[in-house]
């Protein structure tokens, strides 16, 4: 098998997993609160990190970074996994799936306007009308198709799923300093932010025995959404000879997930999230126009 075809089958893996999470999100939700889906995730996502770093045999670069990158992955951990997914995962308790989905995918336009300040990076006339399109869509989406109404299903949730895309870009702005190799780096960031999640489980909720169902559902979150599907897309990236060819199949996901969403959670999908969701779609093709 060519090296283009397993780049090609190694993102689309990745693609139909990722299309995957924001039903299991939601199924899980229904076990645990935030902060435990987030603490049983990651400790889950953490294990398997560190199993794919061992098969590769690269676990004792773990033990090789400097002290500057340790207190790097401190900071990046306090933002990923600790504060994006905390975010994240409250927004998608009080949002229905199919708005909380579309609005996290805003990310990448957030990441452009926030490099301007970060990176001293210029904001194209591309980029000036992707953040109205894509926004445009967000208030559609959030307004289930009546947007002139500005009546959103619930403010709290939409602006916590904004925030959290900040957060997120902000994760991504600060990862470019790091030289490590970025599976070692995602390890160790796990591990750092691992100590913030336990203590502010420990302060905000009860200590109780966890329900199988809530524990098989942050099980997969965090085998799949945290761990394997971002060392898929590396290989893919690494692999293909096209990176434009296996970036374009991240457009795929969204509207997949509106499948599973439907199919799954029973979720009615309204006309305005599949309009406002391919605002914001729009929106991110606008950024690749040179």
């Known amino acids: 098998m060519s090296s283009q075809r397993r780049a090609f089958l190694f993102g689309l893996s990745a693609v139909l997993l990722w299309s995957t999470v924001a039903t299991a999100f939601k199924l899980s939700l229904r076990h645990f609160s935030p902060i435990e889906l987030l603490l049983y995730s990651s400790a889950f996502s953490t294990m398997v990190i560190g199993v794919i770093l061992a098969l590769q045999g690269k676990f004792f670069l773990v033990f090789q970074c400097s002290r ?22 409250k927004a998608y308790e009080l949002l229905p799936a199919q708005q909380a989905q579309p609005i996290n995918y805003t990310w990448a336009i957030t990441l452009s306007l ?39 299903t619930d403010p709290l949730g939409v602006g916590l799923a904004l ?22 780096g995602l390890f160790v960031n796990f591990l750092c932010g691992f100590p913030f999640i336990l203590c502010y489980y420990l302060l905000t909720s009860e200590l109780r ?13 965090g085998f799949f959404e945290m761990g394997l599907c971002f060392v898929l897309w590396l290989m893919a990236m690494k692999l293909t000879q096209n990176t434009a060819r296996i970036s374009n199949l991240i457009f795929i996901s969204p509207f997949l997930s509106l499948i599973f969403i439907h199919f799954l959670l029973g979720e009615h999908i309204v006309p305005g999230t599949f309009i406002g969701l391919s605002l914001i779609v729009a929106g991110l093709l606008c950024q690749r126009i040179k």
């Open 68 to 89: 500057r990158e340790y207190l790097l992955s401190i900071f990046l951990g306090l933002l990923n996994p600790f504060l994006y997914y905390l975010i994240l995962f």
């Open 114 to 152: 926030l490099s301007v300040p970060l990176l001293k990076q210029k904001i194209s006339w591309q980029q000036w009308l992707a953040l109205l399109i894509s926004y445009c869509g967000v208030v559609v989406i959030s307004t289930e198709g009546r947007p002139f109404s500005l009546q959103f």
């Open 163 to 184: 925030v959290s895309t900040v957060v997120w870009a902000l994760y991504w702005i600060y990862n470019t300093r790091d030289r490590r190799d970025p599976v070692v």
């Open 209 to 221: 025995i966890p329900p199988l169902s809530g524990l098989l559902g942050a099980a997969y979150v």
